[in-house]
């Protein structure tokens, strides 16, 4: 790559780090785990930064190559392996309250990957469902399934949750 090309890759990493760094942290509910997202998406933006400028919406296209590889690490065999007990403790976000923090990451950690994918997307990323088909290269119609699923899933549990708590 000529020199004013990895001055653009450059400064778009730059800029856009702490994004892809909260959306793969939301993605896989590990800061870990976000980083090496987050490191192997920009090695791949790198190699393919020609095209990936030439591209209309540049965000959309690196979100995209995030989401896929997220997708492609929760395929793979390491995804399954735990290397310790009990996960260590991780940082909090300054938003919101504690507790609601930790109840919905909790509750997106046991959703499927892809559904969690498309609420991560559509409420954090505030994307339309055509830009999420666009992202996971999928049919509107699997968004809004994978949503309602998805939202349908977290309301159970957090019913379950509510219930359990005002019994005691």
């Given amino acids: 790559m000529r020199t004013d090309g ?5 400064e778009y990493v730059t800029a856009r780090l702490p994004a892809l760094h909260r959306t793969a942290y ?4 590990d800061a870990h785990r976000a980083d090496d997202i987050v490191q192997t998406t920009i090695i791949a933006l790198y190699r393919h930064w020609r095209r990936a400028r030439a591209a209309d919406n540049i965000d959309a296209y690196v979100r995209r190559m995030l989401v896929r590889k997220y ?3 929760q395929r793979g065999p390491w995804a399954r392996v735990r290397l310790m007990f009990d996960p260590p403790d991780r940082p909090t976000v300054p938003n919101g309250s504690v ?3 930790d109840v ?5 950690g046991e959703l499927p990957a892809a559904q969690r994918a498309v609420l991560v997307l559509r409420f954090y990323s505030d994307l339309s469902v055509e830009e999420v088909a666009a992202v996971l290269r999928c049919s509107t119609g699997n968004v809004k399934s994978h949503t309602s699923r998805g939202l349908a899933a977290l309301r ?5 949750g ?3 708590a005002a019994g005691n």
């Fill in 104 to 108: 919905l990451s909790a509750l997106l």
């Fill in 26 to 29: 939301l993605l896989c509910g």
């Fill in 71 to 73: 997708l492609d690490e």
């Fill in 6 to 10: 990895e001055n653009e890759y450059r």
């Fill in 156 to 160: 159970r549990h957090l019913a379950v």
């Fill in 99 to 101: 507790e609601d923090r």
């Fill in 162 to 164: 509510q219930s359990s």
